[in-house]
């Protein structure tokens, strides 16, 4: 038994082991003719059609980032548009690391002329993509989370 990292999370484990103790990877695995046939027919078709969706959620979260932020009459309604714009960058930022994670193209993520959502875009593709549900589902909610702290940050 001889001690391998792992290639999804750079994580040591035996490499007798059936899967990564720190994220969950089984490692690996060869496959046959049936499965490069339901990653043609099935899967191929599915992600494309995804693929579209999440396109469509990308432009209309550039819209609402987009919209400025309006000077108010009081600090609390100040803070609370701030707040809701953060929001909104959160989410395009939720929709390009959905992308990314998906295997996306980096020129095909809609940014319009707005710099900051450029600049999300780009950061979100700094970032590793995963294979395995587990670490895609996290590392879209940590990117979304980091967004809006940073934004919030920024704000106050």
């Given at each position: 038994m001889a001690i391998i990292i792992c290639k999804e999370c750079n994580g040591k484990l035996s490499s007798s082991a059936k899967a990564c103790p720190h994220c969950g990877s089984k490692g690996n695995r060869k496959v046959g003719l049936?499965?490069?046939?339901?990653?043609?027919?099935?899967?191929?078709?599915?992600?494309?059609?995804?693929?579209?969706?999440?396109?469509?959620d990308q432009e209309s979260s550039i819209a609402r980032a987009s919209e400025p932020v309006k000077p108010s009459d009081t600090e609390d309604r100040g803070s609370t548009t701030a707040k809701e714009s953060c929001r909104n960058i959160s989410e395009y930022?939720?929709?390009?690391?959905?992308?990314?994670?998906?295997?996306?193209?980096?020129?095909?993520m809609p940014t319009g002329d707005n710099s900051l959502l450029e600049m999300v875009m780009i950061r979100a593709y700094d970032q590793p993509r995963y294979s395995t549900e587990a670490m895609v589902k996290r590392a879209i909610v940590d990117y979304q989370n980091q967004i809006y702290l940073e934004c919030i940050k920024e704000a106050s």
């Open positions: 049936v499965g490069w046939l339901a990653v043609l027919l099935i899967v191929l078709p599915g992600a494309w059609g995804i693929g579209k969706a999440i396109n469509a930022a939720k929709q390009v690391m959905i992308g990314r994670q998906g295997g996306m193209l980096l020129s095909e």
